[in-house]
């Protein structure tokens, strides 16, 4: 059995927009992959560790462990061996409390992708491969994250063309969301149920060619 981790945020965690709520496992997007490798033949578990709030590698001020740097090589450790690692993080480095932009995210993006490849795992086994994806753009943000998000659809802007370049550079997959789904139409920045199975099954066709 291959094992693949998604170590993301709010949005492959399965947040139900507008609402604390979550999409059971066979309705979000990383259950929708594992089932779609399934069916295909291929002995798959797709491990989450999705975090609400998570940024790439920066520090939320009010909520703690939402710096993605921190413990990514010990979650690689505790699941190895690790066939493949899905980096889809970014969101959240956009949140008001920051003047972030696209290339501030693709810096933590890189640093992310080191750590991974930086892990000590156990004598024999592989630095596992790495599918970088950027999230879709934010929207307008509405309801209770309107605030937390304030100008995130701004900040956001070139996110998708910065990943794509620092995964030419580190050679690593990549993978554009943004050309697949939009953001959630309820909140402006979630997946909402048709969104999640719209990006399972064209994210499990990218895969078929690592996997």
């Known amino acids: 059995m291959k094992h693949i981790l998604v170590y993301s945020d709010s949005i492959a965690w399965g947040i139900i927009p507008m609402t604390r709520n979550r999409f059971p496992f ?5 259950g929708i ?5 399934n069916q295909l033949g291929k002995d798959v578990r797709v ?18 462990g939402r710096n993605g740097l921190i413990g990514l090589s010990e979650r690689i450790e505790v ?21 972030h932009t696209a290339l501030d995210a693709a810096k933590g993006m890189k640093r992310l992708i080191h750590a991974v490849r930086e892990t000590n795992l156990e004598p024999g086994m592989l630095i596992p491969k790495i ?11 509405k309801g209770d994250i309107a605030l937390k998000f304030k100008d995130g659809d701004k900040k956001c802007m070139g996110l998708a063309e910065a990943y ?3 995964c030419r550079e580190e050679q690593c997959d ?18 909402d149920l048709n969104q999640h199975a719209i990006f399972g099954q ?6 078929t060619h690592l996997i």
């Not at 992959?33 to 490798?37: I, T």
């Not at 953001?183 to 997946?191: K, L, N, P, R, T």
Request: proline share 9%.
């Open 26 to 30: 066979h309705q979000r997007w990383p």
């Open 131 to 141: 599918l970088v994806i950027a999230p879709p753009p934010i929207l307008e943000p």
């Open 164 to 166: 794509e370049q620092l």
């Open 174 to 191: 990549f993978f554009d969301a943004g050309k697949i789904t939009t953001s959630s139409v309820v909140d402006g920045v979630h997946f």
């Open 79 to 99: 699941n190895s061996p690790v066939e493949l690692v899905i980096l889809m993080l970014g969101t959240n480095d956009f949140q008001a409390n920051y003047n």
């Open 47 to 64: 491990i989450e560790d999705c975090l609400n709030g998570r940024r790439t590698i920066y520090d939320d001020p009010i909520r703690p």
């Open 33 to 37: 992959l594992e089932m779609n490798l």
């Open 202 to 207: 064209a994210i499990s066709e990218h895969l």
